[in-house]
């Protein structure tokens, strides 16, 4: 089965099963019962619940002919999390060379995906080749991991999608990405090494991976965006000690969700604490469910904002 449609069941399943309560769902947790009721939750939309950004132009996703593009290329890393040799999916930008040096995104897939959901099914490589080319975005790397930190990392059977041994997987690539993945990539490619040059961004369970991650290593992160993220994100107060800090910190902290996505009180109640202690961010609240069109169109916008 080719993966564009993998991507594509799996974002069917994740229509029909499951998302993002304020607290949260630890691994152990993880149920396809669970996962029903929270994307069976009722969407209550607040003031704040508003669209910032229109949806991305009429093709922003499809590479533009006879105009110059990137290339991505499958890279690959020892883990000390796995014991395993683990693949990323790498985008350089086009005319990349190692004589100049460039900033790097690291970008997060959902609970059944892999490395490749992001430039097979929501065309990422596309997106951010268009933007370079328009002069919207910086030229970057794009790093797309396999965010599921176990020995045996493929997309695991429909039916295995929400139990904890998979759910568990991506709270371990917290030291996978730091400790074995960015280290792996600095020493391959010409990047810069500072947080300021370092963006984490993720949909669903890599949203909520993102939000869990980045709020606790704002020493290695500058830029974060959480789209749809899922109900693996831990309670604010835990990852958040010190906000006057991480307000600081943050060049950017851009959030989203859509207006028809049961997963939605996850993310507004990121919102309500990030707007309670004065920490600037983005929220974006638009017009879809939890589906590749709000992750497309997210990152159009998110793209374009860091870095700069």
């Not at 939309?45 to 006879?66: E, M, N, S």
């Not at 005319?95 to 460039?102: A, I, N």
């Not at 169109?297 to 998110?302: A, E, I, P, R, T």
Request: with cysteine.
């Amino acid at each position: 089965m080719k993966l564009k449609t993998i991507s594509a069941i799996s974002s069917i399943l994740l229509l029909t099963l499951a998302p993002l309560a304020v607290s949260q769902e630890k691994p152990e947790q993880v149920s396809p019962e669970r996962a029903r009721a929270n994307f069976a939750r009722p969407v209550q939309l607040g003031p704040d619940d508003v669209r910032v950004f229109p949806d991305a132009p009429i093709g922003f996703d499809k590479p533009h002919a006879g105009g110059m593009s990137g290339r991505s290329e499958v890279f690959e890393y020892d883990s000390t999390v796995t014991n395993t040799r683990r693949k990323a999916v790498v985008y350089l930008p086009p005319g990349y060379s190692p004589e100049r040096k460039y900033p790097v995104l690291y970008l997060l897939h959902g609970i059944a995906g892999n490395e490749w959901e992001w430039n097979g099914y929501v065309h990422a490589d596309a997106i951010v080749d268009n933007l370079i080319a328009d002069g919207k975005a910086t030229p970057m790397i794009v790093v797309m991991p396999n965010g599921r930190a176990l020995a045996d990392d493929r997309p695991p059977a429909p039916d295995k999608i929400y139990t904890p041994e998979n759910a568990a997987g991506f709270a371990k690539f917290e030291r996978d990405l730091l400790d074995c993945l960015i280290p792996s990539i600095q020493a391959k490619y010409s990047t810069f090494t500072d947080r300021e040059h370092r963006a984490l961004a993720g949909l669903s369970m890599g949203g909520g991976q993102t939000i869990n991650f980045g709020l606790v290593h704002l020493d290695t992160f500058a830029w974060l965006g959480g789209f749809s993220a899922a109900p693996n994100t831990k309670p604010l107060t835990e990852l958040v000690l010190d906000p006057a800090a991480a307000g600081r910190s943050l060049k950017l902290f851009y959030l989203s969700c859509g207006n028809k996505d049961g997963l939605i009180s996850g993310s507004q109640g990121v919102h309500a604490f990030l707007k309670k202690n004065g920490i600037p961010h983005i929220w974006n609240v638009d017009d879809h469910g939890h589906d590749r069109d709000t992750w497309a169109s997210n990152l159009y916008h998110f793209a374009q904002r860091i870095f700069r």
